[in-house]
């Protein structure tokens, strides 16, 4: 079957969201056809709204509607877009255990340890206008530190190959990008970000509109909170 016969999955999603603009970079990996649903989650909080709470009760983004099968949480996404779809791309899931449950350690790193590393450290800054903690920015820390030493050894994060595992951590760093925080003094993780911006042909249509937008958001969002307080 050719892309185009290939009946195509939904996606609602937001630019502003790290984990969408994965799941986007893996669509664009795959070559996949995929209807796009922008949602507007901050402005006019779409994902409140009833039709979409019917869909996913946890209103998050993204999800994707795949003819009647519903999924969210990026990280299932990615792993369902390539189990599914990703035949020829295999690599970017393996199906050898060891391979993939190398690929798995670092999505569920990347969820456990350093998205919500970044989450904890940030939110509570640009939604309730609080200073920055330093507890959290210590794990934040940490968590590039290991990601750092997880990098020492390979070109990618589980091996010589790209895997969904890339492009999970690659979306939570792109979100660092958007609050400004530098992390050029992780010298390997900063050279594989680098390296993948060159790397892959989506990255910059992907991530650059949705990275500003999620800056301008946290900066207004932050004068806000600020204020308010
Ligand atoms: N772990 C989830 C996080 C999903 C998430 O919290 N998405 C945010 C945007 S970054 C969202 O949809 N927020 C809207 C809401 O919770 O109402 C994933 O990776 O998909």
Known sequence: ????????VELY????????????????????????????????????KPWFMKMNPQHTVPTINDEGFILWESRAILQYLVNKYGEEKSY????????????????????GCLSKSIVDFFNPQVLAGEDADERKGNALKQALEYLDQFLEESRYLAGDKLTI???????????LESMEFRIKSYG?????????KLELPYYEKCNSDGIKKHRDWAKNQRKTSRTLK
């Open 165 to 175: 595992a890339d492009l999970s951590v690659l979306g939570s760093i792109t979100h």
């Open 188 to 196: 390997n993780v900063y050279k594989w970000v680098e390296r993948l």
């Open 1 to 8: 079957m050719s892309w185009s016969e290939i009946p195509s």
């Open 92 to 111: 970017l899931y393996p199906h050898d255990p060891q391979e993939r449950a190398q690929v798995d350690r670092i999505l569920f790193f990347d969820l």
């Open 13 to 48: 999603y937001a630019e502003e969201s790290a984990g969408c603009r994965a799941v986007l970079m893996c669509i664009e990996e795959l070559g996949l056809n995929v209807e796009l649903h922008k949602m507007d989650i901050y402005q006019k909080f779409e994902q409140r």
